[in-house]
Each structure stands twice: as C-alpha cells, then as structure tokens.
C-alpha cells in the first residue's frame, strides 16, 4: 500500500527558508509524477509544484522562489521554500500520481506558517 510522510513544515517569518521533505513507501515511483500542493486558510487546495522524469512544473506564485527535486532511489521529494512570504501559509501535502492507474495519493499534510 501507497504511503505518504511529509516532514519539515513549521513557523518561519517572511522572507525566510523552509525544506518540506516527503517519503514515498510501498512500491517503486521513478516514472510517476510526485508533487507538493498547499491549502491556504479557508482556501481550496491548489498545486505548488510537480516532478517527473525530467521535467519540473511550478505556480506561477512560487516560481523564482521554490525548487522542487526527488531522489528516486530514496523515493523521496523535496521543496526547498525560499523568500517565504505570508501568503505562503497553508498546509502542505505530497501527492503522487501512479501513471500506470492515474490513482492519487496523498499524505498527511504538514503546516507552514509564514509570519510577517
């Protein structure tokens, strides 16, 4: 079974830098696409940023600012958060999409709160 951990979230004051890390267990998931999303306050759940094989994919709103990356052997992702800013608050969720089923996956989610 598909499991998702995410770790690293927490308080940071604006401008700061913050590292989510995220472990992927129960299979192999190099050719699948691994993401982050966010859920601000009150807000729908809206993506952050996506890695496959080769080719990353960011919201325009974090672009310049997030860097996202994976370690297939590990079967990990990683988003390094940089110049953090209020409006980066939001919980923090991995998501893998298996590309064999197009079956989601989702962790836990973590907090991030940006102070101003």
């Known amino acids: 079974q598909v499991r998702l951990v995410e770790s690293g979230g927490g308080l940071v004051q604006a401008g700061g830098s913050l590292t989510l890390s995220c472990a992927a267990s129960?299979?192999?998931?190099?050719?699948?696409?691994m993401g982050w999303y966010r859920q601000p306050p009150g807000k729908q759940r809206e993506l952050v940023a996506l890695?496959?094989?080769?080719?990353?994919n960011y919201a325009d709103s974090v672009k310049g600012r997030f860097t996202i990356s994976r370690d297939n052997a590990k079967n990990t992702v990683t988003l390094h958060m940089s110049a953090l800013k209020p409006d980066d608050t939001a919980v923090y969720y991995c998501?893998?999409?298996?590309?064999?089923?197009?079956?989601?996956?989702w962790g836990q989610g973590t907090q991030v709160t940006v102070s101003s």
């Open positions: 129960g299979g192999r998931f190099s050719i699948d696409i």
């Open positions: 890695i496959t094989t080769g080719i990353t």
């Open positions: 998501n893998l999409r298996k590309i064999a089923t197009m079956s989601d996956y």
